[in-house]
């Protein structure tokens, strides 16, 4: 029972580490393509 338990306590937290990781991945993406769409808009206005 308790070595199940410990198999399902680790399946767990390799799910949510790798759930953190994808999400943590994500939103750096995010904040990436903001900052560029930010930089590209800013020099079009500059540059009209």
């Known amino acids: ?4 338990d410990e ?3 680790d399946r767990a937290g390799c799910f949510w580490s790798l759930l ?3 999400i943590g991945w994500t939103i ?3 904040i990436m ?9 800013f020099s079009l ?3 009209h």
């Open 1 to 4: 029972m308790e070595v199940h």
């Open 7 to 9: 198999e399902a306590w």
């Open 20 to 22: 953190r990781f994808s």
């Open 28 to 30: 750096l993406y995010a």
């Open 33 to 41: 393509g903001l900052a560029i769409l930010a930089v590209a808009l």
């Open 45 to 47: 206005l500059l540059f």
